[in-house]
Structure formats: C-alpha cells, structure tokens
C-alpha cells in the first residue's frame, strides 16, 4: 500500500443504484456503497455474481448513472471526468477492432483525441513496447493469442496516460496459467506508471495477488461487505502465492465472500 | 445412442486405384487425340461447296468481310484488315476463297495441334506428370471453340465426334493424378453445361414423334397479280383471297372502310378446334381479303375450307401456307426446336455475322456498344443508388423517428414492379439516359440501405462503450467503429445491387424508346419470332448475362482489396 500519496481519486457518499423494470419489482444493485480511492491504489473489487462490482465500475466509468448518492472521480462528477477522458477501461473480451492492426488499435483513442499522426505511433509504440508487444505492431487482431489481445486493450487503455485504469475482469476468459502472468504483467506496468487502478474480478487469489485493498461485495442487494487492507508486501513475485501472508488474506476474504453468501 | 456415432462410418476410400486411372487416362487421350485427328483431316479435305464448310462460322463471317472489304467506304475493322492483307498480296481486295481457305486453314491447324497435345498428353498421364492439367485444359478449350465453329450437316458425324472430344477431355482431366483446381472445374463445369444443350438438341431430333389428324384442302386458283386475284374476288370467282397483309393494306383501306364492297381481316388468335391447334397456323404477315358481305361469317380461315380461294402465284401465301397439308396437332414431343433452342454454333455464328442483312457491323460489335451503354446507365444508377442507400441507412441509424417514419416507404417502395413504375419515370423525365439510370437507383438503393441499416447497427455495446469511455462523439463512433463494422453488411448488398442494377437499366430500355442499349436489342430480336432473330436473341441474352458477371466480379475485387483485413471476409481461421 502507499503510504505518500493521499488525494483522494474516487470518492463514493451513500450510493444506490436501482434498475427499474416495468414487469417486476425494481432491482437494487448498489445499496449505501460507500468507498474512498486514493491515488496509486490497487482496488479489487471482488464477489459472487449480482453483487454489483460491474455497476459500481459502470457508475465510475459513467456508463450507467447512480440512482441516487453523491460520486466524484478526481474531485468531478464521473460525467465531467469522461468528458475530461480521466480514465482508461478494459473489459473482459478486449474488444480491440478486427479491421486494425495491433499498432492502429492502440492509436484509437489518440485518433478520437486529435493527436498528430506522429505522436499517436510513437506512443503506440511505447505502449506496446510497455506489455512486451513491441514486435506486434503491424500484426492483426486474428493473428494475436487471447492473452496478447488483453495485453494489447491494456495498452490501448494507457495510450493516453489517463490517471485512472478501470478493469472490468479482464482476464476471466484466459487460462489460469495465462493469467497469473498477466497478473504479474500488470502489477509491473501498475509500479512502473503510478496509476490508480480499479480491478473488478471473481478470483480471490487474483484479488490478493494484485490489490493494495480488497472490496469484499455480497449480493441481493448489492453492498460492500468489508474492505480488506492486503499487508502482502510489494513487490510480490511469483512465490508470494506461496508464502504464509498470502495464504492469510487469501483466507480472510474467502470467509468473508462465505458468511456474506450465508447472510 | 447419439446421432453423431449412427453417423460415423468408417473413411471409404473413393479413389480409383492408381492403374486403373492411368488406363482410363491413357485411353480417353488417345481418344481425344484421333477424334481431333479425325476432325483436322475431316475440314483438310472439305470442297468448297461443301456444307460442313459454307454453314462453318468462319466461312460465314469470312463471307461478311469479303462483302464489306469490296466496299470502299466500309468502318469494319476486320474488313480495312483484309483489305490491308490483300493489299500485301498485290490485290485491291481479298477474294472469297481467300478468307475461306484462312478459316478452314485455322480450324485444320488448331486440330492437328489439339491432337499432338492430347498425344503428349498421354505420355504425361503415363509419367503422372503435373502438366498434364494444363495441356488438356488447352485441349479441351479447342474442342469447345470447335462446338461454335463445327455446323450441323445432316449426315455428318463432326459435332457429334467434337462433343465425344470433349467427353474425353474432360475425362482425362478427372482421371489425371494432377488433381482439379478452380479453374479447371470452371471449365469442366462450362463443358458439361455446353454439352447438355447439345444433347438436348440430339435428343430432340431424335424424339421428333407427334400425332396429327390431317384436314381438308384448300381449293386454290392462283392469279398473276394481286390485283388479278381481287378482280376474281368482286366478280365471285373465289371466296376470298390470301395475301401479304401490307400489299393488301397498301390497295385497300382498313376495315371497316371498304373499298368497292371488299374488306379484309386478318385472324389473330390462333386457330384450334377444341383445344389442338390447327398447322400450319395464319402468320400475321399473311391477311385475307374478302367480300363486304362474307366478312361477318369469315373469321377463321378454316370456315373458308371447301370453297374456292385464291392467291397470287409464287406468292408467301400460296408456298408457305395454303399449299401446306393442314394438320390438326393432337400430340406433339417436338418441344425443343432449332427456334426455341438453336444449335450452339448458330449462336456463335449469329455473333459473327451482321445484325441486318447486308449490316456495315457484326452483332458481336453492336452488342458490344449496347452493352456499354446499358453498363454506363446501370453504373451511373448504381452509384446514385448505393450512395442514397448508404445516407438513408446512417439516417436511420441514427434517428428512431425517421426510421419509424420513413422505413416502412422504403419497403413499400420495393413491392410496386419495376416494370410498371418504369415507364411513369420515362414520362417524368424524358427517354434519356437520366430516366434508365434513375430505374436502376430505384432497384439499387433498397438492399444498400437495409443491409448499411443492419451495418451500422451491428456493433457490439462493449465497442461502442469502449468509445464512449473516450468521450467520443456520434460522428466519431460512426466513423471509427459503425461504417467499419458495417463494410462486410454493405458489400455483400453492392453485390447484389450490381447485377439488378443491370436488370433495373434493361427494364429501363424498354418503355423509353432508347435504341442504344441492350434493352432494345432484346425488343429487336423478340418481335418476330423467325429463325433467324432468335439465335441473335441468344446471342443478346448472353451478352446481357455477361455484363452483370462483369459487374458482380468488379464489385467482388473492391471488397476483396476493402475486406482484406477482415476475419470473415478471408479464408482463415480466426
């Protein structure tokens, strides 16, 4: 955990999230989620489907609106931060566009900023050289195996050096082994950069693994059951999944998803 | 029990075993080589006035240039070449043996080569040589291109021995080791289809089976003049009189004026007793004059049989219709007829000869300049019309309302038939190239805009959020991300819109009174139904088919080269 940096990124006051349907009872998704962000944080935010991790990420990346509370990103409504593009996202497929090289891919969002041709390759390059896709550039999606494609929207999310990366479980469709390198993968480039990053994710150990504090959620209505300080030191290596302060917290969300389940 | 394992056979191995395709292979070549021998020394020894040689396409046209190369005036290219060759021979103009022996000299050239080639050949099939493929598609090819030069002479064997060299070629081509590749069974396909047509046709000549109840005669005086025969007509001589229907109409007005108590009629629908028609059947070239008083009772000419006719002698009238048996038709096999189904090289030879007698051009050259012209009237309609298609789509991409409002017109647009709309638009705008071109909008700008519709519509959420979540706005999402995903959807409707386009600007020729496009051609070539306009009413439609090949195929390269980085559009495996 950081211990220097102390503003505060994202800050949530009492927040509610409630889909109306005209046919059933109205679904609440969020109820009193409250949660503050500092800068540099890791958060995962971790629990069993319908918990409301997405909406809350949805809420923040100002896909969804709140139904009623008070959210601010860097001090702004979540709007005002879009609009400001404060933020870069990852979702789960990388949903990188087949008719684009891997080079042109990470260039999208500096194209839609208005960037000059020459800055945008250069940073694209960067950035590939960053998730060790340097070689890629001028490959295609199709060509790229699901691990690379992740890595490769990763980059796309940082090519514009936004202060905030959301992650919508971005590697739950890899293989286990696959993604505890990308685990490793991203906690590197998280050191290099200094960006705040919000990790949305169903696997406790890959919550562990990465986050300076775990959002423990539980379902129906969807609420944060318990915010886990992880004391697992970094720089965490491939045998800190092995060591006994791992297997600690890894234990203590574990109870906490269970007892929330059985509530 | 699951349905895949009742499925599952165990692999059967179809192929031949080796040996036995290398005797099949073998024997076919030596087949195909003295079939081609046979058809070289066969046109070698042809006299000059042999029918095999004056029915030959090359003959005929050869025909055509020497007529053309005696004109000084003459624009045919072919013929300024002949001249230019005589000229070479220290002769003003090339004489008609001169152009026939070239044709004759081409086709015994051609088959001796066809059959060296099938003689390699063989020794290629015995060393299992991959050049086996080429050299008997190049055979195969010869046996097709002598299909439209071979005539068909009764009591001749060559068309029958051409298309027996094509069995065999091909057969080769299907036994050969080599292997098939696209371009092969393109041709091998082309082959069949060409031969079925001609097996059709032998086995219409030879189910020539009909059963006929014969009718009386007619008792028919014959006059020196049609004037004679009128004059026999007033004083009751005859009954009526049987004459071309414009020398009848140029000495006596049209019904129901009369003229000296005469009229004339002329039959119409055609004369049947119950439901079997009646042969040889009143053309509408012919009419029949009669006395004012007979007309009410005379209709048909069978009411006229028994009493006494007349008819200028040597006249159409007199050959071809009243000294005819008349027959009444009960059944007939006779369906497919050198009419309805001309030989293959009645076609090719209607190409190569001129569309009017004594024509300055050969059809295959007035074709050619109406087929460009209905091309430029369907481009210019299918560039409007993608073009409108795609605007229409973006709008309704992006407004519910004017998709609500405005899209069930387009739909209903499409039920009203084009050739009923046609001529409104020909009045609005004029018989020009403007109205044709605004029909094949018409036909064009629907399955653009459905399909960029569909297109625009069909990106993911997730890669629209994706763009969202840059701030992006609408225009950007629509470049950036809908127009690309929509590319594959608006292909494959310019692929279709390319060859109605073509249709949508024939159906434009018709009503508008263009004479320069194929839309004419075809009226042309359809209005008498004779011999000889039908082959040239083939010879139209393949054209007219060619130009949307055409069409489709340059469309199909653009996506190609737009598509390219495309998962679907190619043949990899994503």
Partial sequence: MSETAKSIVISAKNLYKTYQSSQSEPVIALQDVNLDVYAGEFISLIGPSGCGKSTL?????????????????????????????????????????????????????????????????????????????????????????????????????????????????????????????????????WERTGITVIFVTHSISEAVFLSSRVVVMSPRPGRITKVVENNVPYPRVFETRETPAFFERVTEVRELLRDAHEA | MSIVNAVAHPPIDREFPAPLRMVIGITLAVFAGLIALFLGITFFRLDDSSLLLTESTPYKLGVWVTEQAERPDSRAHLAVLARAWASTQGQDMPTLAQTTRFGQSIVTVSAMLMALGAGVGMVGVWLRANWVRPLFLGVLLGFITLLFIVPTVEGEMSLVAVMLGIVCSVGVLAASEAGVTRLVAFFITIAVLLLVWEGLKLSAQSVNYAIRLPQSAWQVTAYPTLDDALIALKSGEVMAVFAERNELRDLMPAFPDTQDGLTYIQPTQQEQTFIFPIEPSLTGRLAIALRENDAPQMSVPSQLVGGQVGAVSASFALTRYLSTPREVVLVSLHILNDLNLPHLQTIASAFLQPARRNGEFLLIRILGEAATYTWSAAALGFGFGAFLGLVLGVIFAHSRLLERALLPYVVASQTVPILAIAPMIVIGLGASLTSVAVIAVYITFFPVAINTLRGLLSPSPLSIELLESYATSQWGILWKLRFPSAMPYIFSALKVSATASVVGAIIGELPSGISDGLGRAILNFSSDYSPVSTPKLWATIIVSAFVGVVFFTLVSLVERVVLRHYVRSGERDG
């Fill in chain 1, 57 to 189: 990420l949805r809420l923040i990346a100002d896909l969804t609106k709140a139904s009623s509370g008070e959210l601010l990103v860097n001090g702004k409504t979540p709007y005002e931060a879009r609009l400001r593009r404060e933020y870069g996202m990852a979702f789960q497929s990388a949903t990188l566009y087949e008719w684009r090289n891997v080079s042109q891919n990470v260039q999208l969002p500096l194209e839609v900023m208005g960037y000059p041709k020459k800055q945008r390759i250069q940073r694209a390059q960067e950035m590939l050289d960053l998730v060790e896709l340097g070689a890629f550039g001028n490959h295609y999606p199709w060509q790229l195996s699901g691990g690379m494609q992740q890595r490769v929207a990763i980059a796309r999310a940082l090519a514009f050096e936004p202060s905030l990366l959301l992650m919508d479980e971005p590697f739950g469709a890899l293989d286990e082994f696959t993604r505890e390198r990308m685990n490793m993968e991203l906690l590197r480039i």
